[in-house]
């Protein structure tokens, strides 16, 4: 079946630091994927997305690239904010059903 | 602005109560997604629709869930007799379908906690 491997978190960052948030999927054919944020108290967002390898998908200043030889979604982002302290999610579409990783808490202090 | 709204935001409620959580999909989506997150299992599938029509609901406990969309502008997530392991934050979701399945609005959360 469909998964989706987040690397565990919490991570905790200082402002204006590098993030990559790894993400690796197993399915079938050719999934569209999907980062995901959740804000404290909020629901889920949809942050960006690929539908086709080596696409790279961007919002915000993050970017994910679509990866199929090494089924990955990786996201990065140059130099984060405190604002970006949120829960990142990696999601693949097979068909209509969204699956989603475990979720990474990422925290950026000032 | 376009959003999805879900009634009640917090619920607290007693063993063996009945539960109804409710949900205003986004006007023109077709499809329709109930997720139950917690900090154990993170973000589990429940149940999702397509034009009205329930597609999947292997996720939910049958014996005690229950989901339905009456119309298009009304779903709902029915739990009886709810138990303290149906804590969680109960999220609805609506979706475009066609090219654009997959990109998802999420409503702000139903919290319920079952004492």
């Known amino acids: 079946g469909n998964s989706v491997t987040q690397m565990e978190g919490p991570v905790t960052l200082s402002e204006e630091a590098f993030l990559t948030i790894n993400c690796t999927y197993t399915?079938?054919?050719?999934?569209?994927l999907f980062w995901y944020v959740q804000y404290p108290g909020e629901g889920l967002q949809l942050l960006l997305k690929?539908?086709?390898?080596?696409d790279k998908g961007s919002n915000k200043g993050f970017e994910a690239t679509y990866r199929k030889e090494t089924t990955s979604f990786h996201l990065e982002k140059g130099s984060v904010q405190v604002s970006d302290s949120a829960v990142y999610f990696c999601?693949?579409?097979?068909?209509?059903?969204?699956?989603f990783g475990e979720g990474t808490q990422l925290t950026v202090n000032p | 602005d376009a959003r999805v709204t879900q009634t009640p935001r917090d619920k607290v409620t007693e063993m063996g109560q009945e539960v109804t959580m409710r949900c205003q999909p986004i006007?023109?989506?077709?499809?329709v997604f109930w997720y139950r997150q917690t900090m154990m299992q993170g973000l589990e599938l429940l149940a999702y629709?397509?034009?009205?029509?329930?597609?999947?609901d292997s996720g939910m406990p049958k014996d005690r869930f229950s989901a339905e969309m009456p119309d298009a502008t009304l779903a709902t997530l029915k739990i009886q007799p709810s138990e303290p392991r149906d804590s969680a934050v109960y999220f609805c979701?609506?979706?475009?379908?066609?090219?654009?399945?997959?990109?998802?609005?999420f409503g702000e959360g139903s919290r319920l906690t079952v004492l």
């Open positions: 979701a609506s979706g475009p379908g066609g090219a654009n399945t997959g990109e998802l609005f």
């Open positions: 399915a079938t054919g050719y999934p569209s």
């Open positions: 690929a539908t086709k390898a080596d």
């Open positions: 999601a693949l579409r097979s068909g209509s059903r969204l699956t």
């Open positions: 006007l023109g989506h077709n499809t």
């Open positions: 629709f397509r034009n009205r029509a329930p597609l999947d």
